[in-house]
């Protein structure tokens, strides 16, 4: 698969409402994310991250402001044209149960030209799948080989874009850590943009370039893992930032007495 330059993605005075204005999931915002990027979006449940992400690829329309991808509006086109460029990874991916490991790749594909049944190898072998996965079910498959797969299906259409939705979030954390930092490998090989949904601000810390922190809508800190760490980001960053560094510290303190 060839490296690709991922698209800018910008956000200009979007926000959504699902009650009429009496309350707003995401409040009013614009912001730039930069081709290439890998951003993270963390945030307590209900903060918003997950309608912000789905207005990217418009399973959520927004109350107000546009969306743009590579400097073209997503409402531009038909949804399902939209969705054909952008990979979608979301927990529990839901694989067609019937269906072997290389048809739920090639699932995707059918839509376009076919040229991916010859890549299904190359697709599991990215993913870090052996090749004899292909023609196994999914539920001959652990959670995180099927995740894996679902990681495979949405880079099979070539997308610039892979939007993720606390994609390793079902999985123990031994195997969360090693889709991490395959998925981060594959990010930077292919040359992908990837907005990725994560509870966790130690995944988000270790896996993204920049780290958007939502609070009841609002962005309300946007830093680089560095400065979030040095304390830069202010008050809703610092405490999401305080459970991994207090875990961290609790741990040397045991390793110290053993
Ligand atoms: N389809 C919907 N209809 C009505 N309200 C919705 C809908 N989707 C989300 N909301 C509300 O919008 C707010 C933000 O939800 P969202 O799913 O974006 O948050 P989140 O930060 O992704 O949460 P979580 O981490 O729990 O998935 C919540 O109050 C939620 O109840």
Same mark, same amino acid.
């Given at each position: 698969?060839?490296?690709? &330059?991922?698209?800018?993605?910008?956000?200009?005075?979007?926000?959504?409402?699902?009650?009429?204005?009496?309350?707003?999931?995401?409040?009013?915002?614009?912001?730039?994310?930069?081709?290439?990027?890998?951003?993270?979006?963390?945030?307590?449940?209900?903060?918003?991250?997950? $309608?912000?992400?789905?207005?990217?690829?418009?399973?959520?329309?927004?109350? $107000?402001? $546009?969306?743009?991808?590579?400097?073209?509006?997503?409402?531009?086109?038909?949804?399902?044209?939209?969705?054909?460029?952008?990979?979608?990874?979301?927990? &529990?991916?839901?694989?067609?149960?019937?269906?072997?490991?290389?048809?739920?790749?090639?699932?995707?594909?059918?839509?376009?030209?076919?040229?991916?049944?010859?890549?299904?190898?190359?697709?599991?072998?990215?993913?870090? =799948?052996?090749?004899?996965?292909?023609?196994? =079910?999914?539920?001959? =498959?652990?959670? #995180?080989?099927?995740?894996?797969?679902?990681?495979?299906?949405?880079?099979?259409?070539?997308?610039?874009?892979?939007?993720?939705?606390?994609?390793?979030?079902?999985?123990?954390?031994?195997?969360?850590?090693?889709? #991490?930092?395959?998925?981060?490998?594959?990010?930077?090989?292919?040359?992908?943009? $990837?907005?990725?949904?994560?509870?966790?601000?130690?995944?988000?810390?270790?896996?993204?370039?920049?780290?958007?922190?939502?609070?009841? #809508?609002?962005?309300?800190?946007?830093?680089?893992?560095?400065?979030?760490?040095?304390?830069?980001?202010?008050?809703?960053? &610092?405490? =999401?930032?305080?459970?991994?560094?207090?875990?961290?510290?609790?741990?040397?303190?045991?390793?110290?007495?053993?």
């Amino acid at each position: 698969m060839d490296r690709k &330059n991922g698209p800018a993605v910008s956000f200009d005075g979007i926000a959504k409402s699902f009650d009429g204005g009496a309350t707003f999931a995401v409040k009013p915002l614009s912001l730039e994310i930069a081709g290439g990027s890998f951003v993270a979006l963390v945030g307590e449940s209900g903060s918003g991250k997950s $309608t912000l992400l789905k207005m990217i690829n418009r399973l959520v329309d927004p109350s $107000t402001g $546009t969306v743009a991808i590579a400097a073209t509006p997503v409402d531009d086109q038909t949804s399902s044209d939209l969705r054909r460029h952008i990979g979608y990874v979301f927990q &529990n991916i839901g694989l067609f149960p019937h269906m072997s490991v290389a048809e739920n790749i090639m699932i995707i594909p059918r839509l376009g030209d076919g040229r991916i049944v010859n890549a299904v190898p190359d697709l599991l072998e990215l993913v870090g =799948l052996p090749g004899d996965v292909a023609d196994r =079910l999914p539920s001959e =498959l652990s959670g #995180g080989q099927q995740q894996r797969v679902g990681v495979a299906r949405a880079l099979a259409g070539e997308p610039g874009l892979m939007l993720m939705d606390e994609p390793f979030g079902a999985l123990d954390p031994v195997t969360r850590d090693q889709l #991490g930092e395959t998925y981060r490998a594959l990010h930077d090989r292919l040359g992908l943009t $990837t907005i990725m949904v994560t509870h966790d601000m130690a995944e988000a810390l270790l896996i993204a370039d920049r780290i958007l922190v939502m609070s009841e #809508g609002r962005v309300a800190a946007d830093g680089t893992p560095e400065a979030l760490l040095a304390g830069e980001g202010g008050a809703e960053a &610092n405490a =999401l930032i305080a459970v991994p560094k207090g875990q961290m510290a609790k741990l040397r303190q045991l390793e110290a007495r053993s």
